[in-house]
Protein backbone atom coordinates (compact mmCIF):
# COMPACT_ATOMS: atom_id res chain seq x y z
CA UNK A 1 0.00 0.00 0.00
CA UNK A 2 1.36 3.56 -1.24
CA UNK A 3 1.34 5.99 1.11
CA UNK A 4 2.36 9.96 1.44
CA UNK A 5 3.18 12.19 4.19
CA UNK A 6 4.70 15.81 3.66
CA UNK A 7 8.20 16.88 4.09
CA UNK A 8 9.51 20.39 4.25
CA UNK A 9 12.88 20.67 3.46
CA UNK A 10 13.87 17.76 2.71
CA UNK A 11 15.10 16.71 -0.57
CA UNK A 12 15.45 13.12 -1.50
CA UNK A 13 17.72 12.87 -4.27
CA UNK A 14 20.48 14.87 -2.75
CA UNK A 15 19.95 13.09 0.62
CA UNK A 16 20.19 9.49 -1.46
CA UNK A 17 23.04 10.27 -3.92
CA UNK A 18 25.40 12.10 -1.20
CA UNK A 19 27.46 9.27 -0.55
CA UNK A 20 25.34 8.27 3.10
CA UNK A 21 23.59 5.30 1.69
CA UNK A 22 24.58 2.23 -0.81
CA UNK A 23 22.08 -0.33 -1.25
CA UNK A 24 18.82 1.64 -4.27
CA UNK A 25 18.06 1.40 -7.15
CA UNK A 26 16.91 4.25 -9.61
CA UNK A 27 14.01 3.63 -11.77
CA UNK A 28 11.90 6.54 -13.12
CA UNK A 29 10.89 8.57 -10.74
CA UNK A 30 11.49 5.75 -8.14
CA UNK A 31 14.45 4.90 -5.64
CA UNK A 32 14.14 1.15 -4.55
CA UNK A 33 16.21 0.97 -1.71
CA UNK A 34 17.56 -1.88 0.70
CA UNK A 35 18.11 -2.15 3.96
CA UNK A 36 18.38 -4.79 6.22
CA UNK A 37 15.76 -6.82 5.23
CA UNK A 38 13.46 -3.91 4.06
CA UNK A 39 12.66 -3.12 0.24
CA UNK A 40 10.71 -0.15 0.17
CA UNK A 41 10.39 1.98 -2.80
CA UNK A 42 9.81 6.19 -2.23
CA UNK A 43 9.76 9.37 -4.66
CA UNK A 44 8.98 12.63 -4.27
CA UNK A 45 7.14 16.02 -5.85
CA UNK A 46 7.36 19.19 -3.74
CA UNK A 47 7.18 18.68 -0.41
CA UNK A 48 5.13 15.20 -0.72
CA UNK A 49 6.93 11.76 -0.07
CA UNK A 50 5.28 9.06 -1.51
CA UNK A 51 6.86 5.48 -0.72
CA UNK A 52 5.57 1.59 -0.19
CA UNK A 53 6.76 -1.49 1.59
CA UNK A 54 7.56 0.44 4.44
CA UNK A 55 6.30 2.25 7.77
CA UNK A 56 5.83 6.09 7.99
CA UNK A 57 8.34 5.79 11.27
CA UNK A 58 10.95 3.96 9.40
CA UNK A 59 10.95 6.37 6.67
CA UNK A 60 10.84 9.80 9.47
CA UNK A 61 13.73 7.89 11.16
CA UNK A 62 15.80 6.86 8.28
CA UNK A 63 15.98 10.72 6.23
CA UNK A 64 16.17 12.47 9.92
CA UNK A 65 12.65 13.80 9.21
CA UNK A 66 12.25 14.53 12.64
CA UNK A 67 15.15 16.57 13.14
CA UNK A 68 15.21 20.35 14.03
CA UNK A 69 16.85 20.88 10.62
CA UNK A 70 15.83 24.28 10.14
CA UNK A 71 17.38 25.63 13.21
CA UNK A 72 20.91 23.73 12.32
CA UNK A 73 20.39 25.80 8.55
CA UNK A 74 20.14 28.51 10.32
CA UNK A 75 23.02 28.22 12.81
CA UNK A 76 25.62 26.90 9.95
CA UNK A 77 23.81 29.90 7.46
CA UNK A 78 25.77 32.39 10.25
CA UNK A 79 28.83 30.98 8.20
CA UNK A 80 29.37 32.87 5.07
CA UNK A 81 31.41 29.73 3.43
CA UNK A 82 28.97 27.46 4.39
CA UNK A 83 25.51 29.74 3.73
CA UNK A 84 26.37 29.59 -0.78
CA UNK A 85 26.54 25.76 -0.25
CA UNK A 86 23.76 25.67 1.88
CA UNK A 87 21.46 27.24 -0.52
CA UNK A 88 22.97 25.10 -3.09
CA UNK A 89 21.80 21.59 -1.51
CA UNK A 90 19.53 22.89 0.91
CA UNK A 91 17.25 19.75 2.08
CA UNK A 92 20.08 17.51 2.17
CA UNK A 93 19.45 15.67 5.45
CA UNK A 94 21.94 12.86 7.66
CA UNK A 95 20.24 9.69 7.31
CA UNK A 96 19.85 7.52 10.62
CA UNK A 97 20.36 3.89 9.19
CA UNK A 98 20.70 0.78 10.57
CA UNK A 99 24.12 0.75 12.30
CA UNK A 100 25.01 -2.69 11.27
CA UNK A 101 25.06 -2.20 7.97
CA UNK A 102 26.77 1.05 7.90
CA UNK A 103 29.51 -0.42 9.64
CA UNK A 104 29.97 -2.64 7.10
CA UNK A 105 29.48 -0.26 4.31
CA UNK A 106 32.21 1.73 5.62
CA UNK A 107 34.67 -1.14 6.67
CA UNK A 108 33.64 -1.47 2.29
CA UNK A 109 34.68 1.97 2.17
CA UNK A 110 38.66 2.11 3.28
CA UNK A 111 40.75 3.02 0.36
CA UNK A 112 37.59 2.76 -2.48
CA UNK A 113 35.01 4.48 -4.31
CA UNK A 114 31.29 4.86 -3.82
CA UNK A 115 31.07 3.01 -7.15
CA UNK A 116 32.83 0.36 -5.91
CA UNK A 117 31.13 0.28 -1.86
CA UNK A 118 27.71 -0.23 -3.77
CA UNK A 119 29.76 -3.30 -5.52
CA UNK A 120 30.74 -4.42 -2.30
CA UNK A 121 26.92 -3.96 -0.53
CA UNK A 122 25.26 -5.66 -3.39
CA UNK A 123 28.17 -8.70 -3.67
CA UNK A 124 27.75 -9.03 0.28
CA UNK A 125 23.88 -9.24 0.43
CA UNK A 126 23.32 -11.51 -2.53
CA UNK A 127 26.23 -13.93 -0.89
CA UNK A 128 24.33 -14.17 2.54
CA UNK A 129 20.46 -12.51 2.44
CA UNK A 130 17.32 -13.78 0.72
CA UNK A 131 15.95 -12.59 -2.08
CA UNK A 132 13.68 -9.61 -2.38
CA UNK A 133 11.18 -8.23 -4.61
CA UNK A 134 8.85 -5.20 -4.92
CA UNK A 135 7.00 -4.52 -8.19
CA UNK A 136 9.72 -6.15 -10.87
CA UNK A 137 12.97 -4.30 -8.69
CA UNK A 138 14.72 -7.56 -7.02
CA UNK A 139 17.31 -7.81 -4.26
CA UNK A 140 18.71 -9.37 -0.80
CA UNK A 141 18.53 -9.19 2.33
CA UNK A 142 21.57 -8.39 4.31
CA UNK A 143 23.16 -10.54 6.32
CA UNK A 144 22.68 -10.41 10.33
CA UNK A 145 25.58 -9.83 12.88
CA UNK A 146 27.42 -13.39 13.08
CA UNK A 147 26.14 -14.37 9.44
CA UNK A 148 29.40 -13.85 7.91
CA UNK A 149 31.35 -16.73 9.21
CA UNK A 150 33.21 -17.57 5.68
CA UNK A 151 35.90 -15.75 4.96
CA UNK A 152 36.20 -17.31 1.39
CA UNK A 153 32.76 -16.17 0.39
CA UNK A 154 33.66 -12.95 1.50
CA UNK A 155 36.74 -12.12 -0.51
CA UNK A 156 34.55 -13.65 -3.31
CA UNK A 157 32.79 -10.06 -2.90
CA UNK A 158 35.50 -8.22 -4.15
CA UNK A 159 36.39 -6.88 -0.90
CA UNK A 160 39.92 -7.46 -0.90
CA UNK A 161 41.87 -6.86 1.79
CA UNK A 162 38.69 -5.72 3.55
CA UNK A 163 37.28 -8.89 4.03
CA UNK A 164 39.72 -9.92 6.81
CA UNK A 165 37.92 -6.32 8.80
CA UNK A 166 34.53 -7.86 8.11
CA UNK A 167 35.12 -10.98 9.00
CA UNK A 168 36.88 -9.91 12.45
CA UNK A 169 33.85 -7.38 13.31
CA UNK A 170 31.10 -9.81 12.59
CA UNK A 171 32.96 -12.14 14.97
CA UNK A 172 32.62 -9.11 17.36
CA UNK A 173 29.51 -7.27 16.79
CA UNK A 174 25.92 -7.87 18.13
CA UNK A 175 22.73 -5.49 16.97
CA UNK A 176 22.36 -4.86 21.04
CA UNK A 177 26.03 -3.54 21.01
CA UNK A 178 25.45 -1.24 18.65
CA UNK A 179 22.53 -0.04 19.78
CA UNK A 180 24.16 0.62 23.17
CA UNK A 181 26.92 3.19 21.52
CA UNK A 182 24.03 5.38 20.65
CA UNK A 183 22.89 6.11 24.28
CA UNK A 184 26.62 6.69 24.92
CA UNK A 185 28.90 9.81 24.36
CA UNK A 186 29.86 10.43 20.74
CA UNK A 187 33.59 10.21 22.44
CA UNK A 188 32.83 6.99 24.30
CA UNK A 189 31.15 5.59 21.15
CA UNK A 190 33.86 6.66 18.61
CA UNK A 191 36.65 4.59 21.23
CA UNK A 192 34.62 1.45 21.56
CA UNK A 193 34.31 1.58 17.77
CA UNK A 194 37.34 2.43 17.06
CA UNK A 195 38.54 -1.29 19.12
CA UNK A 196 37.01 -3.50 16.08
CA UNK A 197 39.87 -4.31 13.46
CA UNK A 198 39.42 -2.08 9.89
CA UNK A 199 37.89 0.72 11.93
CA UNK A 200 39.89 4.15 12.06
CA UNK A 201 38.95 7.59 13.20
CA UNK A 202 36.77 8.48 9.30
CA UNK A 203 35.28 5.22 9.35
CA UNK A 204 34.36 5.61 12.79
CA UNK A 205 33.08 9.20 12.50
CA UNK A 206 30.66 7.83 9.71
CA UNK A 207 29.31 5.37 11.59
CA UNK A 208 28.48 7.59 14.46
CA UNK A 209 27.00 9.98 12.02
CA UNK A 210 25.42 8.11 9.76
CA UNK A 211 23.89 5.86 12.55
CA UNK A 212 24.06 6.10 15.85
CA UNK A 213 22.83 9.94 15.71
CA UNK A 214 26.16 11.67 16.97
CA UNK A 215 25.63 14.67 14.64
CA UNK A 216 29.26 16.10 16.02
CA UNK A 217 30.94 13.46 14.09
CA UNK A 218 33.02 15.13 11.58
CA UNK A 219 34.48 12.05 8.77
CA UNK A 220 37.58 13.56 7.60
CA UNK A 221 38.62 11.53 3.66
CA UNK A 222 40.40 12.89 1.02
CA UNK A 223 37.63 15.13 -0.67
CA UNK A 224 37.56 16.70 2.81
CA UNK A 225 40.82 17.08 3.13
CA UNK A 226 40.92 19.00 -0.06
CA UNK A 227 37.81 20.84 0.25
CA UNK A 228 38.60 22.69 3.87
CA UNK A 229 42.24 23.53 2.25
CA UNK A 230 39.96 25.24 -0.24
CA UNK A 231 37.83 27.02 1.59
CA UNK A 232 39.05 27.56 4.82
CA UNK A 233 42.41 27.45 4.27
CA UNK A 234 43.37 24.87 6.14
CA UNK A 235 46.39 24.08 4.09
CA UNK A 236 49.12 21.14 5.15
CA UNK A 237 46.38 20.27 7.98
CA UNK A 238 45.96 16.87 9.12
CA UNK A 239 42.74 15.11 9.82
CA UNK A 240 42.86 15.36 12.94
CA UNK A 241 43.31 18.94 13.11
CA UNK A 242 40.59 19.28 10.56
CA UNK A 243 37.84 17.42 12.61
CA UNK A 244 38.50 19.59 15.45
CA UNK A 245 38.81 23.14 13.66
CA UNK A 246 35.08 21.68 12.36
CA UNK A 247 33.48 20.87 15.87
CA UNK A 248 35.11 23.87 17.47
CA UNK A 249 33.45 25.74 14.76
CA UNK A 250 30.24 24.44 14.02
CA UNK A 251 29.46 22.37 17.47
CA UNK A 252 26.66 19.76 17.34
CA UNK A 253 26.36 20.40 13.41
CA UNK A 254 29.70 19.77 12.40
CA UNK A 255 28.40 16.79 11.19
CA UNK A 256 25.69 18.43 8.92
CA UNK A 257 28.18 20.76 7.73
CA UNK A 258 30.53 18.20 6.60
CA UNK A 259 27.66 16.81 4.16
CA UNK A 260 27.31 19.82 2.52
CA UNK A 261 30.54 20.30 1.83
CA UNK A 262 31.54 16.53 0.82
CA UNK A 263 28.07 16.95 -1.47
CA UNK A 264 29.81 19.92 -3.37
CA UNK A 265 33.36 18.65 -3.47
CA UNK A 266 32.00 15.63 -5.35
CA UNK A 267 29.39 17.37 -7.23
CA UNK A 268 32.32 19.43 -8.37
CA UNK A 269 34.62 17.10 -9.22
CA UNK A 270 32.15 15.11 -11.14
CA UNK A 271 30.13 17.66 -13.27
Not at 62 to 73: A, C, I, Q, V, W
Not at 77 to 87: E, F, N, Q, S
Not at 125 to 133: I, P, Q, S, V
Not at 172 to 198: C, F, W
Request: contains cysteine.
Amino acid sequence: MKMKIKAQNFNLKETLESGQFFRYKKEGAWYYCFERDTLFKIRQSGTCIEFSGTTKDHIVRLFGLDEKYEKSLKELGRDKTLARVIRKYKGLRIMRRDPWETLISFQASIMSNIKKIKLNMELIAKAHGKKLLLDNISGHTFPKPGELKDIEKLKACSLGFRAKYIHAANNIVTDKKLKELSKKSYGQAKEELMKIPGIADKVADCICLFSLGHTQAFPVDVWIERAMQKYFKNKKAKPKDIRLFAQNRWGKNAGLAQQFIYHEARNENNP
